[in-house]
């Protein structure tokens, strides 16, 4: 083989290697999330003057996957959530490839959860009430009522 044949392979290399460099450095990678690891949603807590209102971001997380325990003073909500990617379904509505090639970026927390909330004594935890909305869940605990 030529010298000549040699430093075209070998520049073709770099080439590649340039590439592979560039693609590495210009996508922002999250820091990913030890699987066994559990994340904590985001919460917004009111006291209201009838109950106490916690409002859980749970987007993309399925009702039987959370498993919400009140017990005196503490609110605690726990489940899991499947990584949201791409399904078949919604791929062949964009190009003929069934699933991603690679990830670009992986910024949304999935797999366990737990979050606990502490809540002020006075509240009835035997009549709490929760409502799924838009990917939020809220828990609603009423004050005891006085006799």
Not at 29 to 42: K, R, T
Not at 93 to 101: E, I, L, M, Y
Not at 109 to 119: C, L, N, P, S
């Amino acid at each position: 083989m030529s010298r000549k044949i040699r430093t075209l392979r070998l520049r073709l290399i770099e080439d590649q290697l340039g590439e592979v460099a560039y693609q590495i450095t210009k996508v922002h990678f999250a820091q990913f999330q030890d699987s066994a690891a559990e994340w904590h949603p985001q919460v917004n807590v009111f006291q209201c003057p009838t109950s106490v209102r916690i409002c859980v971001e749970l987007a993309g997380v399925e009702q039987d996957n959370v498993e919400i325990e009140v017990y005196r003073g503490k609110v605690r909500i726990q489940g899991y959530r499947e990584a949201p990617e791409p399904l078949h379904q919604q791929e062949a509505a964009f190009s003929t490839t069934p699933k991603p090639v690679h990830v670009i970026a992986m910024e949304i927390d999935h797999g366990r959860f737990a979050r606990e909330v502490e809540i002020p004594p006075g509240y009835d935890y035997r009549r709490v009430t929760t409502k799924w909305e838009n990917g939020l869940v809220w828990i609603c605990i009423p004050r005891v009522a006085h006799a």
